[in-house]
């Protein structure tokens, strides 16, 4: 057996294989939390929006109820498949690198 072929297998199967998310995956996650956690509070606790209330001194008319949670839904729609897109991503990385260290003849 060749030094090449020991040299391929030891650093093809010696490296751990973890099947750890990316950065922008991890981001995607903690915004989903965030938005959902917010969409449950506001869905379950009955929060209403007072017309005569101002954002940073600024006064928006015509919001209502249905457009803040239609936007919050759409919202976790996004983010919801964006994870799913990442996490599917990392799966085949995965299953990539645990399959292609059993390809090694020696």
Do not use: C, Q
């Amino acid at each position: 057996m060749s030094n090449e072929k020991l040299d391929a297998v030891e650093k093809a199967l010696g490296n751990p294989v973890a099947g750890d998310l990316s950065d922008n995956a991890l981001k995607v996650r903690r915004n989903l939390l965030a938005f959902g956690i917010v969409s449950i509070v506001i869905t379950i606790g009955g929060v209403k929006i007072d017309p005569a209330s101002s954002v940073l001194g600024f006064k928006f008319v015509g919001i209502s109820e249905d457009l803040i949670t239609n936007s919050l839904l759409v919202t976790n729609v996004y983010f919801l498949l964006h994870f799913i897109w990442y996490a599917f991503e990392g799966f085949l990385e995965w299953r990539l690198r645990v399959t292609g260290t059993s390809t090694f003849s020696i």
